[in-house]
């Protein structure tokens, strides 16, 4: 998805500058791309973990629904040892 950029005036440590700079030159992109990226993967593993968290919160759910029909299904289906 590309979007229109917006200028932004930040402040870094001169360590995070450099890196920045390592980064890019390596890449062969601008510093405004590394931090872009950089924020993109950040967006990308808070959308995971949110997800990852429903996930949980769902199977335990589902798990308390399953428990509590289990009684309803054993009393209603018949046996599968082989008998009608």
Do not use: F, H
């Not at 979007?3 to 360590?15: C, F």
């Amino acid at each position: 998805m590309t979007t229109r950029a917006v200028k932004l005036t930040i402040s870094l440590p001169r360590n995070l500058i450099s890196l920045t700079d390592e980064i890019a030159q390596e890449r062969k992109v601008s510093r405004s791309k590394v931090i872009s990226s950089c924020l993109q993967e950040m967006a990308e593993k808070r959308k995971l973990a949110e997800m990852e968290e429903g996930y949980k919160a769902m199977a335990k759910e589902n798990r308390r629904l399953a428990e509590e029909a289990l009684p309803i299904v054993l009393e209603t289906w018949p046996s599968w040892e082989g008998k009608p």
